[in-house]
């Protein structure tokens, strides 16, 4: 009897109904589109903020520590240390291959001008960083190539980039910092005549490079050139590297310093979730002798900009819920007003008030899961809308957005819900029927 009384309910008054449950549909799609968004955004903001450039570096262990004598910094004096470029693909080679984007190995030599192109004095020291521009490498996925090149697309070059590896010309091309070449009065195509230990060489610019750090001011070329030139055949000072990571939380990141602290369920939970931290471990055991270190500067942007974004899309969807329910609450208020008369006379029939608040109840129940598929349906089509136009993909719906979002229906409804019933409590069979 009491189903048949809620389906009748439910039948009469389409309109009516027909509004209710698009104001629940409508906050139910806009909490689920944004949902959906947001459990998605993470890896297509990484890949977005790719532009941000290198934020883990390999360095040779112990070489990076600051050596501090009598107070006084003395990391200058120490005697450089390098990597194996032979354990390079060791880089791709561990449990995150698949979230390390882009890596590109540098080697820094000091050089010396011996006859500036036009101004500058003989005699002074630049640095000369060798490094990869853009190659395949060997053993990676067909067609994926890495380097300076791909990690840094913020860098700007006025000319064109050096080839990688050796020229097969007695000159070797190269890239000028912005800062290095206003001071030399340089240009693309002038050469430039430097020495490296000794090492005479001409170096033909190709471009000009605005990179906004230390390669201002700095000369590159290919790595096997850096090589040739400084004697360090198969060495590496140190490699970038981008990796698609996870912000991590202020916790986890006090507990990746302290790994042989952590329960052996919390290391487990760490190790397997792509923190910079958890990567950067991997990192160093994959490769020999090294250390790996987060570039906090540009994991913290990642994690800034991934925390504002989700929380603007948190306040959005909070919003849209809130006037859902006050669109859903006056509906109902003023279906309880139309309805008066029935509540009066099935309390004045022996319907107590836990009947007649289960019935209403009940009708609102079936609204908030009606609306809930309309939602979840609506949500998945704007999430993909405003994922193809931001990122230039669709955004991947998880099975489980369809019972979060009638969940999500369900709490508007019965949000929604509170005032119409306490004024169902509130009517009187004898006053309601008085009228009649």
Do not use: H
Not at 274 to 298: G, K, Q
Not at 314 to 324: L, P, R, T, Y
Request: charged share 20%.
């Amino acid at each position: 009897m009491f189903l048949r009384l809620v389906s009748l309910s439910f039948l009469r008054r389409m309109r009516r109904r027909t509004v209710i449950l698009a104001a629940v549909a409508l906050g139910t799609s806009a909490a689920a589109g944004l949902g959906d968004i947001a459990l998605d955004v993470g890896d297509k903001m990484s890949r977005e903020l790719n532009s941000f450039g290198a934020n883990l570096v390999v360095l040779p262990r112990g070489g990076a520590g600051p050596v501090v004598v009598g107070g006084e910094d003395v990391s200058a004096l120490r005697a450089p240390s390098y990597l194996d470029a032979a354990d390079l693909p060791a880089v791709r080679e561990n449990f995150w291959k698949n979230n390390i984007l882009a890596m590109a190995p540098v080697l820094d030599v000091p050089a010396r001008l011996l006859r500036p192109a036009a101004g500058g004095s003989p005699g002074r020291t630049v640095l000369l960083r060798g490094t990869w521009f853009d190659r395949e490498i060997e053993g990676w996925e067909p067609g994926l190539r890495t380097g300076a090149r791909g990690l840094n697309p913020y860098w700007r070059v006025s000319g064109d980039w050096p080839r990688d590896g050796l020229a097969e010309a007695g000159s070797l091309e190269a890239l000028a910092g912005t800062g290095l070449v206003s001071s030399l009065g340089l240009r693309p195509g002038d050469d430039l005549s430097i020495e490296v230990a000794g090492r005479p060489a001409t170096l033909a610019i190709t471009g000009i490079l605005t990179a906004g750090g230390d390669e201002d001011d700095a000369i590159l070329v290919p790595i096997e050139a850096a090589w040739r030139l400084s004697g360090l055949e198969g060495r590496v000072s140190r490699v970038f590297v981008r990796a698609l990571t996870t912000p991590e939380s202020a916790v986890y990141e006090r507990l990746g310093t302290n790994r042989r602290e952590m329960p052996p369920e919390q290391f487990e939970r760490w190790s397997c979730t792509p923190f910079p931290s958890s990567i950067a471990f991997e990192l160093e055991r994959a490769v020999p002798r090294s250390e790996a270190r987060v570039i906090r500067r540009v994991a913290d942007s990642d994690g800034a900009i991934l925390e504002r974004i989700s929380g603007l899309m948190a306040v959005i969807a909070i919003m849209a819920a809130i006037a859902s329910t006050l669109a859903l609450t006056s509906a109902l208020s003023t279906s309880v007003l139309e309805r008066r008369s029935e509540i009066g006379l099935l309390k004045a029939m022996g319907a107590g008030n836990r009947r007649v608040v289960g019935m209403f109840l009940a009708e609102a129940a079936l609204l908030g899961v009606t609306g809930g598929l309309l939602g979840a349906l609506g949500g998945a089509l704007m999430a993909r809308f405003i994922s193809s136009s931001v990122f230039g993909a669709p955004v991947t719906i998880r099975p489980f957005a369809v019972p979060l979002a009638i969940g999500v229906a369900l709490v508007i409804t019965i949000a929604g819900s509170i005032v119409p019933v306490r004024r169902v409590l509130s009517l009187r069979p004898a006053e309601v029927l008085r009228g009649l």
